[in-house]
């Protein structure tokens, strides 16, 4: 039998008005991956959070060793030997790398900050999960996935014994996923236990030895992986048929609405050229820091490209700010939902609908009547979970809080959407629900470009992709026909075929 390490039973939580947790159990053996699954809101996040000291429960307790453990703070749980990389990094944007990595580390401590060590240590942490990051950089300046593998190289400078890992790969392509799979395993072998948190259904039956699933804050039950298949269990989460899940309708591209040519940005992007016609769901994938987001931004108007021109309806465009971009018809839903995308203090409400209610919106103005029922419709058919249309942003769950920026774009009325990750942390049931909604806009003649790393996403939800390597456009497919491998193979470094 596996040792058992950590065993949490009756464990309960409630915020203001919601009980997130309800009487929760789950144990963990010394060298597995433990999945812990559920729709957005049902409180994965909030049972992490008080294994690692984050959240006092209400009820319950947890044994380490069989030894009751009281987890009055994050450090207790860190002396304990649990790290945590929790969804929303909680890491300081302006300190460097190795800062980030060893803050409160003794060679980090008193007046004399020994950098050298500081630096090389990190660069060894780094360089063993394969990660090739100056430790001198700030943090602020990498991408997402980066920060991410900065926040696994300072779990494993804890030496943590469990490793909690808050949807770790939601912001990173396949191949990026396949090299933290890689380190998952291998810590794994050396008897570190996981707790893996994900929506990705590759990570759970890829990585994971056994599930456990919440519903509603409550316990639905735990199961080994080999007991389990997709379909049992999108069964066990949601409890409710989720119907077609990739609704794409297949439409007659009309009119063209956007064009790049020739588009670049130092550093960044070069050459890229594509086209957005109406009613199409166009694709632009690649790998993770390929240039998806900046070329993105660009079109925006959030970044300024050195050449080349946009047109939009044909029309040469000068784009030089998000509110040009706007007024011109084209929107963009961030990657970087949480700090680009909303005001946290502030409603579900007012977060959906004060775009719209700006001068920028050529819609009528909404009364407040409609503007909340504008925003109550887009909670429905999005299933943003929260009792009421006022309550802040700050207190729903990841995924939900994703919805609201998704919800917020939509009720713009624009003729061009830019998604850059659209589906990124959102549940299953959601998911579908967020293509269903794309399909629709397409048939109605919005013209999408969604940017996505997620491969069955791309080739399903797509009449077109655009691949990217390295900066720039490396291919262009149908949708129809193509296949997972020509895609990858055309997103792959050209040092990295063979
Ligand atoms: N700080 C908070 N204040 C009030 N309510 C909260 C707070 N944090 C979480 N909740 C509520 O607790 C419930 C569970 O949220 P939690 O973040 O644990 O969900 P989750 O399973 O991690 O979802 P996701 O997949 O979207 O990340 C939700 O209803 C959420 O709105
Ligand atoms: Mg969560």
New binding site residues.
Partial sequence: MAETLLVMRHITKI??G?K?LDDVRFDLNAGEIHALV??????????IKVLAGVHQPDGGEILLDGRKIAMHDPLTAQRHGIAAIH?HAASYPDLSVAENIFIGHEFMAGPFINWRKANQEAKKLLDSIGADINPAESVGSLSVARQQMVEIAKALSQNARILIMD?PTAALSKRESEELYAIARSLRDRGVAIIL?S?RFEDIFGLADRATV?RD?GYVGTWPIAELDAAKLVNLMVNRDIGQFYPKKKTKPGKELLRAEGLSRTGYFKDVSLRVNEGEIVGLTGLVGAGRTEVAQSLFGAEKPDSGDIYIHNEKAAINSPNDAMRLGLGLLPEDRQTEGLLLPWPIQYNITLPSLSALSRGAFLSDKNERRVSSDYKDQLSI??NDIMTAAQ??????QQKVVVAKLLAMNLKILILDEPTK?V?VGSKAAIYEIMSELASRGIGILMISSEMPEALNMTDRIYVMREGRVSAEFESEGVSQSQVLEAAMPLDKQS
Avoid: M, R
């Avoid at 559920?38 to 049972?47: H, I, L, R, V």
């Fill in positions: 915020f203001p919601v997130a559920g729709e957005n809101g049902a409180g994965k996040s909030t049972f969804q949807e948190i929506h919440l804050g979970k929260a207190s729903l769950s990841g995924g939900n942390g549940d």
